[in-house]
Each structure stands twice: as C-alpha cells, then as structure tokens.
C-alpha cells in the first residue's frame, strides 16, 4: 500500500472540491481525515463533492 502524505491529502482535497473522481483510496483516505480531524472540514467537503456524481 503507497504512503499517503500530507500533500497526497491536500491534492485529493482540492480534487475532490472540483468535483474530480476519486478513487476508491483516495476516498477512504479522506474518510480517514475527517474521523481524525487532520483537515477533516475539507476532506468532508470533498467526499460530499463525490455523492452528488
């Protein structure tokens, strides 16, 4: 499994606000984000972007 690094996170994010698809990783990696609070806002606002494709 790759190591998911701050900028990893930071990119899904900003991927995931402009409405891109995530993959499957991606997505449970911001699940990971919002449950620890590392950025949890953003991470939410991203996974929400996802639901509505």
């Known amino acids: 499994m ?13 991927k ?8 499957d990783w991606e997505r449970k990696k911001l699940e990971e984000a919002v449950k620890v609070n590392n950025r949890g806002d953003d ?7 996802q639901d509505h494709h």
């Open 2 to 14: 790759p190591t998911w690094t701050d900028a990893d996170r930071d990119r899904a994010i900003s």
């Open 43 to 49: 991470a939410a606002d991203a996974l929400k972007k």
């Open 16 to 23: 995931g606000k402009a409405g891109g698809k995530l993959s």
